[in-house]
């Protein structure tokens, strides 16, 4: 759809702070009217964003939301398409192809190191290995870009699967991650996936991947286990992705990466999801400004990017302060077993949601069409 170009801004100058200290910016969004609008290119000038991410939840407000898909909705009909589950991939494979053509030029200039647009294999899958890499596979190919990611969520089956698209050289976006026991097992699990390829004689270039962190929903679960007032409350979600960033840290040295590495293979960067407060007591930015962490990602939805552009503060990383020891005492580990099945049934519903929308507006194209 044509749009009025729109005034040139300047790059607001504390987001591209936060570049220049190696952290990238993704969107936390996706949707037709975003990329046929101009709004997402706008942001890239604008706000320094250099990626986006999807999952189903929203891509059911953007399908719902919008009569945009309509268009390439009839034609799936007129095509014969006609399931739901069918018609949701084809729609948000074609959001997907048009934000990575954006964002190429990025993925080009950082040696194909950012510029990335994700998209997530259905949440029916979770607890499948072989579907999840039969399908992730099959959106993998079909996008048939260099900067996309296809997402995987980090279940037990999820783990599995990482593995094996990672040695098939598939770029994989690990979701729904809270666990930092969890993420040692996503960390082995690509790299015994980069082995596998150099076993195979197969080349490591190119192959990219990130494990995506949910950052508020562990404030929010922990927050609900603190009394209040308790110093703690606000600063759980962060102390997490400050045990997953030294993870991560400690993974990509010594003589097992430096093998890798010298072959062409790029570390799994640890990226920061969920990072919208629960809490609306606490300050809107909070997680953008102390988890502004070098070589990480952080996914902002858009009113969250807006308001750091207004008053965010683009200092160093802030440090939560809590020890181990009162991790310890919150168990964590039950936390983050709870937030995984919760995500999990979250997208599935939202999944269900989008596939009744879609069969709405199909059946509405379709009347309208007899008529």
Do not use: C
């Amino acid at each position: 759809m044509d749009h009025a170009p729109e005034p040139q801004t300047p790059l607001n100058s504390g987001l591209e702070r936060l570049r220049a200290r190696g952290v990238s910016i993704w969107l936390d969004t996706l949707s037709r009217d975003l990329l046929e609008s101009g709004r997402f290119e706008r942001l890239q000038r604008e706000r320094a964003v250099t990626g986006a991410t999807s999952n189903p939840t929203i891509f059911a407000k953007a399908i719902a939301g919008s009569d945009r898909y309509d268009e390439q909705l009839a034609t799936l009909l007129e095509a014969g398409v006609r399931d739901a589950g069918e018609q949701f991939l084809e729609l948000a494979l074609e959001d997907v192809r048009r934000a990575a053509l954006t964002l190429r030029d990025v993925y080009d200039r950082s040696d194909g190191n950012d510029g990335f647009v994700s998209l997530e294999v259905t949440p029916d899958l979770a607890s499948d290995t072989a579907a999840t890499v039969e399908q992730a596979t099959r959106l993998w190919h079909s996008l048939d870009a260099p900067n996309v990611m296809i997402k995987v969520p980090a279940t037990e089956a999820g783990i599995a699967a990482i593995e094996e698209l990672t040695a098939g050289g598939v770029n994989v976006n690990v979701t729904l991650l809270f666990a930092v026991s969890r993420h040692a097992e996503v960390i082995e699990a690509y790299l015994r996936g980069l082995e596998r390829r150099v076993d195979s004689g197969r080349p490591l270039t190119q192959l990219r991947s990130v494990a995506s962190f949910f950052v508020s929903r562990v404030d929010a679960k922990a927050d609900a286990r603190l009394p209040a007032g308790s110093p703690l409350r606000g600063t759980v979600g962060i102390a997490n992705a400050e045990t997953a960033y030294q993870r991560y840290l400690q993974a990509f040295e010594g003589p097992r990466w430096r093998r890798l590495a010298e072959l062409g293979g790029a570390p799994q960067r640890p990226l920061w999801a969920s990072t919208a407060p629960k809490d609306s007591s606490y300050r809107d930015v909070m997680y953008l400004e102390r988890l502004a962490l070098p070589g990480s990602i952080l996914t902002v939805p858009e009113p969250i990017l807006e308001a750091f552009a207004d008053h965010g503060e683009a200092g160093p990383a802030v440090p939560s302060g809590i020890t181990q020891g009162e991790l310890a005492a919150l168990d964590l580990d039950a936390i983050t077993v709870e937030l995984e099945r919760e995500g999990v049934e979250a997208f599935s519903r939202s999944y269900r949601e989008l596939l009744a929308a879609i069969a709405r507006r199909t059946e509405r194209l379709a009347s309208t069409a007899i008529g």
